[in-house]
Each structure stands twice: as C-alpha cells, then as structure tokens.
C-alpha cells in the first residue's frame, strides 16, 4: 500500500539569494511558472478548502487581507480597530459552537493543531491544580482521533492513549471507559472525526467526563462551523457542542468551513475562568514588560483575522445555510450513485465528508483510487481499513455526474481484470 509523507526527507540546498534584486514583472513570471507546476483544479470534490465558487467571498477576503495584513495583531492593545474585528469575529464563532449557553470564550490561532495544542496544553495546566497527583498525564481517545493530538501531546508531555473504535467507525464507549485511569487527566472527542467523517458519541463522553472529573475536547476542526447549520436546515446532527454537559473546549477551524483563509481557527472554553487561569502564559521574566499572546504565535498579521470577519459578515448566516444545503445535497446524490455502482459501500455520515469501502474482494480501493487518478481524479482516504474520502466543497455540482461515470467504468474495468497498480492516498491540502 502506498502513501503520501507529508514533509520531504531531503534538504534543497542549491539554491541562493540573488545577488540583485529581480524586477516585478520576472518575480511574478517565476511563481506563475511554479503555479502551473501544481495539478490543475480539476475537482470541486476533491480539492478541499480551495472554496472555489465563492469568487466574490475570496475578493471580499483579500481587500480587507490587503489592507491590513501589515498589522501585527501581537499587540491589538495598541490598534483599537483591530483589537474590535479580533473581538467581534471572536464573539461570532465562540456564539456558533456555544449550542445557546452563556459565558463561552474563545481564542484565535492559526489552525486545528494549534487550537488542539492549546485545549490540550490548558488541561494539563487545569490537571496541575485540580489534580496535583498525576505526574505522567494522559488523555483518550478514539483511534479516529487527528493526528494533531499526538504531536500536541508529544511537545506537551501528555500520554495519548487511543482505544479502536466500533464497526460503526464512531468511538467504542466501553473501550473509552474502560481505558480511563488514574493519570488520565481528559477525553478527546471529533464531531466529526477527520479519517472517517463520523460524529463520535459526544453526550456519552460528556456523562464519563463529569463523572470521572475529566476535561472533555471536542475536536469540531471540520464540523464546527458546518454542523449549526446543517441543523437548523433539518438534517440531524448528534449533540456536539456546549450544549453538552461535559465538553470543556472545542477546536473549530475558520480556514475550514467558515470558508476563511488561512491560517485561522478558534478554540472555544466553557467559561471565562478556565481560559484566563489556563490557557495564557505570562512571562515576566525578561527583560521588557509582562508577555502574553493569544495562543502559541507571537507576531501574527492582521489579515487572516479580518479576513475571517469580513467573510463571516459577507456571507452571514443565510450564505452558510445555503452553502451547507448545497453540500448536503451533492453528499446525498454522489452517496446514492457510489452505493448503486455494487460492491462499495458508503458509510453513513451526519455532515459533509463521504467516504466508502469496498464489500468486494476482487475491488480493491487502492486499485480503484490507482485508477481513477489515471482519469485526473485525486483522492484523500484512509487507510485503516482503505477508504476513499470525499470532502464536499459547495461546488462540487459539476463534478459529481463524470465523477459518478469514472468511478462505475473504473470499477467495471477492475472487474475485468484490468490492473492499475496501487494508487497513493494523498493527505496534502
Ligand atoms: C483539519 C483537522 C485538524 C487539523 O487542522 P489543521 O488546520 O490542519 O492544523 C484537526 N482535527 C480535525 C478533525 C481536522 O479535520
């Protein structure tokens, strides 16, 4: 099985500074040249958080970007504009993850690994007082779970136990129960999760976290800004956010489906308290006055920030409505295409991404995902077990009948006895 690493193993070394500087017009001719190097943007449902069909949001985004991206939102106590879009657009997204209750907060940064850092980082600061006896701290989780919560636990000295999840590819109960120990200072929770797009059982782990006096994050990365709308439209959304007794934090991701640049994405605490006590670290000592930062950054610019505002307020509640409608229906018609192909089988998700499996022994997913990026089709999937995953994009429309086409000739050909090899899952974004 073949896959994808993320960094390079390589270091480019050979190439240098120019000795003068190039003029405007051979900077831009140089990055142009290395654009079209890039896969065209062929698919509307594979090239996540391009957001493509949202011309005029991406134009709303970047003159406020331009105009600001200067700004050093490190010290918005000093630029009361930018202290007033940090706060508002702030405001906006600790009210969409509050599920109606009072006193959430929330702080920025720049993308779901920064906001799991962060939740987890605050519970382990909340654990040092509220358990002083645990010295070796550990969280569970679903196996399911994003691999940003390893690495936040490998720079915060945090174990990171992860139990299997069930058949149904959502958090085994038991097995969390049944994991938790003396150390075990929090849960971790996705709604959904990234690997398989399902809701894990949110309420369940809110009664064991109370129970057990145990921080609860939710990570809401790539649900928390479709789920409240996906809602209200009618669709059933398993209880996820504070309106959850239990759930301590939450991480949701504006450069995901708040259709936000990146970087930007929030995490949301219950109250007031835990964020002021828990989550800053200030340091006085240093030579300068007493340091603090919203979240691990330091210098950050002011563009992602406003630009985030101003695509919250371009779209406003009505675009995130239609935009999630859309994607609920294009989910539906691509789910009932693949499930009318034979021999795959599309596990059951509450938002927008869609993954399948093979039922068939002879049908392959890395032969089917080989095949189908001979056809300029690039997939993102899991792997344990192989899964292809579909990542709605509200603009997927165009793609899902020649999508739908592809996938039923490739499948055909496989079980003729055509061989593509073994195709790569790509994580990349
Ligand atoms: C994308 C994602 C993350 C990581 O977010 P980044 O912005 O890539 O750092 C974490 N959890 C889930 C569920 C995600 O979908």
Redesign the pocket.
Known sequence: MSTVSLVSTDFKSDYFLPEKGLSRDTVRQHIDRMIEMDPPERSGLMSIYCNRGLEEGHEVMLEAFSKVYKKNNLVTVLMPGMKQIEEELLSMCANVLSGGEHGIVANITA???ES?FCAINTAREWAKVTRPQVTAPEFVAPYSA?A?LNKAGHYLGVKIKRVPVGADYRSDMAAIRSAIGPNTIGLYA?AP??PYGTYDHISEFGKLALHNDLWLHV?A??GGFVAPFVKKLGYPVPPWDFAVPGVTSISA?L??FAYAMKPA?VVAYRNLELQQKYHYVKVTEWPTIEYSSQSVLGSRSAGPVAAAWAIMHFLGEEGYLRLARQMMEEKKRLAKGISAIGGLKVIDTELTLLCYVSEDDKLSIMEIVAGMEKLGWVHFGTLQPPMVQLVMEATAEPYIEAYLNDLSDIVGRIRQGESFGEGDLHYTR
């Open positions: 993308g779901g690994s799991i994003h940003a996705s999760n990234w990570d990365c790539v991701d450069h995901k994405s």
